[in-house]
């Protein structure tokens, strides 16, 4: 059974949203991500004139935890712009796969408050490149 709240990292996605910089597409995206040992990081996308160094959300968040030396995870939760589901883009999967087990760490995807839907990382991006690949 998974040990930790779903519905509070879903919430605490929705108040990363508030953060989001997105001015040329207008498509704001909020993530929360928990650590093994429990902490939350939050993530907004950052947009750029340039486009090209915009930051997707879900990387926001895993940079702010590693940065701080936090390198175990358990799940994400991701907020769209839309009441949809948004399924991170293929960069972010990989940034995901750099840190997390792809059987264990868990994304949900958000549609609203009242739904979403849980999947795991291997699900979103199976046989990934990885570390493994370098051993
Ligand atoms: N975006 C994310 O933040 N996460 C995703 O998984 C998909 C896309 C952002 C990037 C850009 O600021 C906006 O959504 C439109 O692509």
New binding site residues.
Partial sequence: MQEWDARKLVEEAYAARAYAY?PY?G?C?GAALLSADGRVYRGC?I?NAAFSP?N???RTAFFKAVSEGVKEFAAIA?VG?KEAY????GV?RQVMAEFCDPERFSVILVKNRAEYKIVSLGALLPEAFSKQDFS
């Fill in positions: 997105a597409s498509f995206v996308n947009e915009t997707c959300a879900e991701i712009g948004l399924a991170p883009c972010c």
